[in-house]
């Protein structure tokens, strides 16, 4: 992946935790990739309803609104665009529920960066 350009690959990371999002960042622009953040469910619900996204990574618990409400409404909208839950994944309900609200899958906390790799590289091949 490393051969591609991905400046235009765009990305919305919505997540509350300031480190998390550091090394999201970091992690992104080592790919080339410059992320668009969101602190909360209620900016990610406006930039998801705003913008397209090439894919999102959402953190399941956010202030505001949870990512399985907005993920929830936005397929009620039609967007369509692939969202990424970002959670512990300790709790195999909580993983069931985020696939029912439509999430299209995990990205696991701690972020790794080879996974978040594997993930954005399925979206650009």
């Known amino acids: ?14 997540e509350d935790s300031r480190p998390v ?3 999201l960042k970091t992690y992104l622009a080592q790919l080339g990739i410059k992320p668009v953040f969101a602190v909360n469910g209620s900016e990610a619900l406006e930039q998801l309803n705003n913008e ?4 999102a ?10 990512g ?14 692939p969202v990424f839950a970002m959670t512990t994944g300790d709790n195999a ?3 069931t529920e ?3 609200c439509g999430y299209n899958s995990f ?5 790794v960066k080879t996974e978040l790799a594997k993930i954005i590289s399925r979206f650009t091949d």
């Open 1 to 14: 992946m490393s051969c591609k350009d991905l400046s235009k690959f765009k990305i919305l990371v919505a």
């Open 21 to 23: 999002r550091l090394v």
């Open 52 to 55: 397209e996204f090439d894919m």
């Open 57 to 66: 990574l959402m953190d399941v618990h956010m202030p505001e609104m949870n």
């Open 68 to 81: 399985t409400e907005v993920v929830s409404r936005i397929r009620n909208e039609g967007i369509t665009t």
């Open 93 to 95: 309900d909580l993983l």
């Open 98 to 100: 985020c696939l029912d």
């Open 107 to 111: 990205l696991l906390k701690p972020i």
